[in-house]
């Protein structure tokens, strides 16, 4: 049974920064995506961030040069989020697919597959 945690949510203001985290417990496939997704009040999950076993890293348009993804072995996973937005406001969710059938690059697109494990979320608040 895999299973995430989060943690490192809060309330900043804008301009500030947060370090997300998210342990990861349970069988880890050796192919594997790991990777972030937020949810705001009346809008769809959409993917943030993510990395994988085949090397790729990729990031929402919305959050380049801004956020960075890094992960410690395959029980670790963080969010840096420098330079925060309102609009970056959201319940933040940690996932992992695995065993990964595709690559990286689409991790964002795995959100409903039957591989795909989520953690429960963990709250940003980015006043103005």
């Known amino acids: 049974q895999v299973q995430l945690v989060e943690s490192g949510g809060g309330s900043v203001q804008t301009g500030g920064s947060l370090r997300l985290s998210c342990a990861v417990t349970?069988?880890?496939?050796?192919?594997?995506?790991l990777g972030w997704f937020r949810r705001a009040p009346g809008k769809e999950r959409e993917g943030v961030a993510a990395?994988?076993?085949?090397?790729?890293t990729t990031y929402a348009d919305s959050v380049k040069g801004r956020f960075t993804i890094s992960q410690e072995n395959k029980n670790a996973l963080y969010l840096e989020m420098n330079s925060l937005r309102p609009e970056d406001s959201a319940m933040y969710y940690c996932?992992?697919?695995?065993?990964?059938?595709?690559?990286?690059?689409?991790?964002?697109?795995?959100?409903?597959?039957?591989?795909?494990?989520w953690g429960q979320g963990t709250q940003v608040t980015v006043s103005s």
């Open positions: 349970g069988y880890i496939a050796s192919r594997y995506s």
């Open positions: 990395m994988g076993s085949d090397g790729i």
């Open positions: 996932a992992v697919h695995s065993p990964r059938l595709f690559s990286t690059r689409y991790f964002f697109d795995q959100r409903g597959s039957a591989n795909t494990y």
